[in-house]
């Protein structure tokens, strides 16, 4: 029996987002072709100039963005952020730490800090119910 993973394709936008760059940024070809999952692996594992250059300089997806500034993508909208950004503009954006930015940075270490704090109930939930 074949295995169904060496046949599988997807559509060049979830290629992009698996490798975390802006489709319309990438390559004619890249854009009009399905990709294989072994094609996929080979990009991951070897990636040609194109995707070295734009995973370094973008433009960037709006989730790299996010987690390049210490936002959430929501955070990224607040702050009126709504296109792609290279990395470049990305570094601005830090220098410059407009009120925005700060904000939502703060915001977002108080979403990991009780996501921390419910991991750890959780896990100490289920020590505890392992003792009974």
């Known amino acids: 029996m074949k295995s169904q993973q060496s046949t599988q394709t997807m559509k060049p936008a979830t290629a992009a987002k698996k490798l975390g760059v802006y489709l319309p940024a990438t390559p004619a070809s890249f854009q009009e072709s399905v990709v294989s999952r072994a094609e996929l692996n080979e990009l991951q594992a070897n990636p040609p100039e194109w ?3 734009l995973r370094s300089n973008g433009p960037h997806p709006r989730p790299v963005v996010a987690a390049k500034l210490g936002v959430s993508i929501a ?4 702050g009126g952020v709504t296109e792609p950004l290279t990395t470049e503009q990305i570094e601005a954006l830090k220098q410059e730490q407009p009120d925005w930015l700060e904000k939502e940075r703060a915001t977002q270490a108080e979403v990991r800090k009780e996501a921390a704090r419910i991991k750890n109930l959780k896990q100490e939930k289920e020590s505890g119910a ?3």
């Open 75 to 78: 955070g990224l909208a607040r």
């Open 51 to 53: 995707l070295r250059e």
């Open 130 to 132: 392992e003792r009974d």
